[in-house]
Each structure stands twice: as C-alpha cells, then as structure tokens.
C-alpha cells in the first residue's frame, strides 16, 4: 500500500532563518524561522521519488494578483540532506502552471542540506492562473523524508506530495512545506504591509455566536517586524465580521511565524464543518494591504457532547505480529484516565475461529481488499491529524504511538450522546445527535463482545517471537471479540432520527455460549457508512456497559477510579455517595462521562 510516511526532527541547536535576497525577494506562506520543534519529514520512506509542491494562486490570494505580470525567478526550499543528483537528472525544482500536472519547468541542480535559492533560467510572468513551486529528489532509505513542512499549522492548498511520480496529492493535515517563491524586487511593494491569520486549533466545538480561546496563526510576509494587528473574523452565518486587536509578546520578525492564544468569535451557523475566515485590516496601526483569508472550519454547534473513543484492532489468531501491538496498545489503554471502547474485528489478513460477519463488512475502509494487512488499527473510524488514512499501522514497539493517537481521539467533538440499557429480556440504545446531522443518513451498530479469553484455549501465533516482551505469553488474552451483533444489517442499521435530534432503538437480548472469557461488554455507537469516501466514515460517538461472563444481565461499574475528582450533573464534588459509594446516576471524571448503574 502506497502510504506518505513523516518523520519528527530533532536537532540540536537547529534553527532556520530566511534572509532577505539582493536581486529577489522570497514570498510564500512557509514561516522564515522555526525551531527545531515544528518541523517534520514528507516521504516515502524508500528508494524513489518524491516531489513536493505549494500552490500560489491570485483567485485566492489578492497580494499575488497584485503581482501580475511581475516575474516569479526562482525557487527557495529547505532540505533536510544534501541531493547531488543533478547529473543524473534527479535533483531539482519544479514549476506548474494552471494545474498541478502541467509541469513548465524542471530544472536539475545539486541540493545542499539546508536553505536553497534556485533561480529559473527563464522566469516565469504571474498571471491569473495558479502557480505550483516546488522541488524533487531520488528519496533513499538512507536519507528519508527529504521535504521540510512547518508541522505547527497547515495553509489550506499548501502541500502538495508525488510519490513515484504517480499522483499528486493534497495533504491537509502534513504541515506547510518550507518551500517560498523567489519573486523580482520590483514585486516586493505588492506585499508590503501584509500578513497572514488562520485557526490552528480546528476542529473543536464551540457554541455559535460566542467567544472561544483559540489558537491564532500569524505569517509575516514582510521583511519588517510586526508587533501589533487587527484581525477581522467572520464565522459562516455572521452578518459582519468581529475586530480584534492582537499584540504579540515579542516583534514578529520579517518573514517569521508565531501562534498565539487569543479570544476569537464563532459565527450563527450550526454545522460539522462551519467555514470560518480571518483576515488581517491593520499592521502596527496602518492599514494592511489586503491578504490572503485564513479560512478554516469549526464545529459549530449548542449539543456539546462528550467524546468517548472507539478504538478498533484488525487482528488474526494466525498473525505473527498481532500479540505485541495487542500488548502496547493495552499499556496505553491502561494509562488512559478516560472512558474508551475497544473492539477487535478477525479478519483483514486471515479469518478464524473469532470472525463474524461486522468484521467482514467493515474491510471497506481498507480502500481495497489487496489492501489488506494485520496488525492494523483506527480510532473512531476518522483520519487522525498527522495521518492520510482511517488504518495505522504497527509503529515502534511501545505505548507511545498508541497513547498519542489516543488523545487524538479522544480530542476529536462528539457529534451524538449514546446511552445502552439492558435486562434480560432487551438491550435499549439510546441517545441524541446534533441538530445540524437531523435529516442526514447515520448508522447505530450494537455488539455483544467478550474479553479475556485464553490462549490455552484459543491459540495464538507471534507468542514466541524472539523479540516479544518477556511477559507476552503472561498477559495477553483475546479481547474485544464480537460475540453478536443485534442489528438487522452487519454494517450497523439505519437511524430514524426524531426532529429534536433523539433517536432509541431496542433489539432482543441474547444469550450466547462464548469462549470462556472472564467478561463481556454491550457496545454500541453511532456512526457513517460511506464506501465511496473514505473520510466521510466517522464515528460521532460509543458507549458501553460492561457485563458479568456468565451472566450477562448483570451490570458492574468496573472502570470508574476514584484517584480523580467526580462531579454530578449540579456540579457538587464525589455527587451523591450511599454507603461510601457514587449512587446510580451520571457523573464527570476528569472530562469525561461516568454512568453509574
């Protein structure tokens, strides 16, 4: 599978600075200097090659329409290697004009690690088209990642990757590429008094019409320091938009980047992905020059949900590799303070004694059943910011990876409430979705799952492998295995959805023989179904009641952990306590809701 892999850098005493040319000045939305901290590595990861661009367009940017008929004379871009591959026709810049792929310049020259200025033997006039500036190298598994992104923020149609030379695509979520256009002085008064503002901090959930605290990213497209800005921001479904004053601790220097904190305004609209826009009006007092708009998207909404994370593990008893990922990912699941629901679907790379017909169906968000593979894993059903895919694969073997992706997760709004009743004659699944999602098509999916079963019983391959954690073969068990789903369709059925946004479903209880497991789990959640868009198969939320192995009618409260402080819903510390216990309610710990049976 062909995937964009990312590396973190970490060097020491590393700083990149963007100096002024004589004859040229540098232009683009990539910060002038950054730390070591906020940049990473695009790549394949291998032996091919890599290209990178970043789209300057005047429909979307005024300062470049201000630059028509100016020239464009070169390339600047940072790499993290020297690439000496001019003679071999690898190494080099690009230029598109008009699309991506209608490649007007490529030119071979030998990369030096660092910043380099590389002037076009021909100049390329700006006109109404967009503009795509960029470089390629022959990537090796020696010198990975060769493109440099400022990962802290990501201009929209900034970052654009090849890999092989096969599809270009548009990555939203990678960083913006340090890669700038060399422009003739004489175009450098069209960005005078220019500066860029987006939200970084999307998506989150605020309520229309109100202030929030957000993370405000600033670009200095000049070579002058900036200490103050008016920021004019208009949520979608504002009448006009909000002025805001900003004063940055220290001067933002000429071609720099910063990210503050600051009150910024939500707009009318309720929706998943309300637009959201911010435009600079006033640097150090004067009046901008108009800029290109930070446009961005929010989720808007008054139904303020509480996220609990589906994680869901692709596994095989007949995987060698499956048992360690299995153990590092429990390790992280047991430092998660919150609430969390784990499943795990047998199938992907083989069938076995575990799989039922939900594991089967859900094999489309591989993109392709030749695409396939085991261990893999997905939170939530969404692609998570850093990633260009819903499946992760196996990553270095510890916690780490898991407890980050996690709190990823667990950040991601809530966009529905599901609660799960049961006796022993029906299990309840209840709850609300957000108004702005009443009338759209979303799915409930309910499962019977058991943990805790033997490998005596149930083999497993990879338990003696020779790099396996010595407690491997102590610890692990089979967990998360659907034992039913109550549903009509294996995929999740259908909601209907009442015009207030509350749904309820009730389906038979069941009695199943299972695999011996120690115990077992009611899990529900709501969801989208999209097999022709990958990106459009979230989770909006899940929720579960943990069972007794032989009796499943019986419920037990085993996840909460007085170690933090517990609210009730009137905000009063521990709630209600019966015999030095929380009584039947719903609480808050640490975030997160508790519901005490």
């Given amino acids: 599978m062909k995937r964009l892999a990312f590396l973190i850098f970490s060097f020491s005493h590393f700083l990149i600075f963007i100096g002024s040319a004589k004859a040229q000045q540098p232009y683009g939305y990539a910060p002038g200097n950054v730390s070591n901290e906020e940049i990473s590595g695009l790549g394949g990861g291998k032996n091919e090659f890599v290209q990178g661009m970043?789209?300057?367009?005047?429909?979307?940017?005024?300062?470049?329409?201000?630059?028509?008929?100016?020239?464009?004379?070169?390339?600047?871009?940072?790499?993290?290697?020297?690439?000496?591959?001019?003679?071999?026709?690898?190494?080099?810049?690009?230029?598109?004009?008009?699309?991506?792929g209608n490649i007007i310049r490529t030119q071979y020259v030998d990369f030096e690690e660092g910043w380099n200025d590389v002037l076009f033997d021909e100049p390329i006039t700006i006109d109404d088209q967009p503009l795509f500036l960029g470089l390629q190298?022959?990537?090796?598994?020696?010198?990975?990642?060769?493109?440099?992104?400022?990962?802290?923020?990501?201009?929209?149609?900034?970052?654009?990757?090849?890999?092989?030379?096969?599809?270009?695509?548009?990555?939203?979520?990678?960083?913006?590429?340090?890669?700038?256009?060399?422009?003739?002085?004489?175009?450098?008064?069209?960005?005078?008094?220019t500066a860029y503002a987006q939200n970084t901090t999307h998506?989150?959930?605020?309520?229309?019409?109100?202030?929030?605290?957000?993370?405000?990213?600033?670009?200095?497209?000049?070579?002058?320091?900036?200490?103050?800005?008016?920021?004019?921001?208009?949520?979608?479904?504002?009448?006009?938009?909000?002025?805001?004053?900003?004063?940055?601790?220290?001067?933002?220097?000429?071609?720099?980047?910063?990210?503050?904190?600051?009150?910024?305004?939500?707009?009318?609209?309720?929706?998943?992905?309300?637009?959201?826009?911010?435009?600079?009006?006033?640097?150090?007092?004067?009046?901008?020059q108009q800029g290109r708009p930070g446009t961005t998207q929010l989720y808007v909404t008054y139904d303020n949900f509480i996220r609990t994370p589906l994680i869901e593990e692709f596994t095989s008893q007949r995987c060698i590799n499956?048992?360690?990922?299995?153990?590092?990912?429990?390790?992280?699941?047991?430092?998660?303070?919150?609430?969390?629901?784990?499943?795990?679907?047998?199938?992907?790379?083989?069938?076995?004694?575990?799989?039922?017909?939900?594991?089967?169906?859900?094999?489309?968000?591989?993109?392709?059943?030749?695409?396939?593979?085991?261990?893999?894993?997905?939170?939530?059903?969404?692609?998570?910011?850093?990633?260009?895919?819903?499946?992760?694969?196996?990553?270095?073997m510890s916690p780490e990876p898991y407890t980050q992706a996690l709190a990823l997760a667990a950040d991601m709004?809530?966009?529905?409430?599901?609660?799960?009743?049961?006796?022993?004659?029906?299990?309840?699944?209840?709850?609300?979705?957000?108004?702005?999602?009443?009338?759209?098509?979303?799915?409930?999916?309910?499962?019977?799952?058991?943990?805790?079963?033997?490998?005596?019983?149930?083999?497993?391959?990879?338990?003696?492998?020779?790099?396996?954690?010595?407690?491997?073969?102590?610890?692990?068990?089979?967990?998360?295995?659907?034992?039913?789903?109550?549903?009509?369709?294996?995929?999740?059925?259908?909601l209907d959805i009442e015009a207030n946004g509350s749904y309820s479903v009730t389906y038979p209880m069941t009695e199943k023989a299972g695999f011996g497991g120690t115990s077992r789990r009611l899990v529900a959640f709501v969801h989208k179904v999209n097999k022709n868009d990958l990106r459009d198969n979230s989770v909006l939320n899940a929720a579960e009641l943990v069972m007794d192995a032989t009796s499943i009618h019986e419920i037990k409260n085993e996840k909460l952990k007085m170690k933090n402080d517990v609210y009730d819903l009137s905000g009063r510390i521990r709630g209600q306590m019966v015999n030095g216990k929380l009584a039947k309610g719903i609480y808050i710990s640490n975030g997160h809701k508790i519901n005490i049976k």
Wanted: with cysteine; glycine share 8%.
């Fill in 413 to 494: 709004p809530a966009m529905a409430e599901v609660n799960i009743e049961s006796n022993k004659d029906q299990v309840t699944v209840s709850g609300r979705v957000a108004r702005d999602l009443v009338g759209k098509p979303l799915y409930l999916s309910c499962y019977l799952v058991e943990d805790g079963i033997s490998t005596k019983d149930y083999f497993q391959k990879g338990m003696d492998d020779a790099d396996a954690p010595s407690d491997l073969k102590d610890v692990f068990r089979h967990n998360g295995v659907i034992l039913h789903y109550f549903t009509h369709e294996a995929i999740g059925d259908l």
């Fill in 322 to 396: 499956c048992p360690q990922m299995a153990y590092f990912l429990e390790k992280a699941l047991q430092e998660y303070p919150g609430d969390y629901v784990y499943v795990a679907h047998h199938s992907g790379f083989q069938e076995d004694v575990f799989t039922t017909q939900p594991d089967r169906e859900i094999l489309y968000v591989f993109g392709g059943y030749e695409n396939e593979y085991n261990p893999a894993i997905m939170y939530n059903r969404s692609i998570l910011e850093g990633e260009n895919q819903i499946i992760q694969g196996v990553r270095d």
């Fill in 203 to 288: 998506p989150q959930t605020v309520a229309p019409d109100r202030d929030f605290l957000g993370g405000l990213y600033i670009h200095n497209f000049t070579n002058e320091p900036i200490q103050h800005l008016e920021i004019a921001m208009q949520g979608e479904g504002a009448e006009s938009p909000t002025l805001r004053t900003i004063t940055l601790p220290t001067p933002l220097p000429a071609y720099g980047s910063t990210i503050v904190n600051a009150q910024l305004r939500a707009g009318s609209t309720e929706s998943t992905t309300a637009s959201w826009t911010a435009t600079v009006t006033q640097i150090n007092g004067q009046e901008a």
């Fill in 54 to 100: 970043t789209r300057f367009d005047p429909s979307s940017d005024p300062a470049l329409a201000r630059m028509k008929g100016k020239k464009v004379v070169g390339v600047r871009c940072y790499l993290r290697a020297a690439y000496k591959q001019a003679r071999q026709n690898r190494s080099g810049i690009l230029a598109s004009q008009g699309s991506i």
């Fill in 137 to 193: 190298v022959y990537e090796t598994i020696g010198t990975p990642y060769p493109i440099v992104a400022y990962n802290a923020a990501t201009v929209p149609q900034s970052c654009y990757v090849n890999l092989a030379k096969k599809t270009w695509e548009e990555y939203t979520d990678k960083g913006t590429p340090l890669i700038l256009a060399l422009v003739e002085e004489e175009a450098a008064a069209s960005f005078a008094r």
